[in-house]
């Protein structure tokens, strides 16, 4: 069985204002068929995840899993 790409951090909560996760971008409609998407689907939807997480009103409170891996390759400071 091969593995399903994800892009939850499990900050799981929704922002009312845009109608994405505040952990990973994605609308409740596409958090709950994830499973049934092609993976083209999937990586056209992870495509726009991080201008979509640009909008969201608040910001997770603790370090993500997305940010945590990209400060220790060194992209972010």
């Known amino acids: 069985m091969t593995a399903i790409e994800s892009p939850c951090i499990l900050v799981c ?10 952990g990973c971008g994605r609308t409740r409609d ?3 068929a994830w499973l049934d998407m092609t993976p083209e689907t999937r990586r056209a ?10 909008t969201v009103e608040r910001k997770p409170r603790r370090e993500t899993r997305r940010t945590r891996m990209a400060r220790e390759r060194g992209e972010v400071t």
Do not use: H, K, N
């Open 13 to 22: 909560s929704i922002d009312m204002t845009t109608g994405y996760c505040f």
């Open 30 to 32: 596409e958090i709950s």
């Open 45 to 54: 939807v992870m495509a726009e995840l991080p201008a979509r997480l640009a």
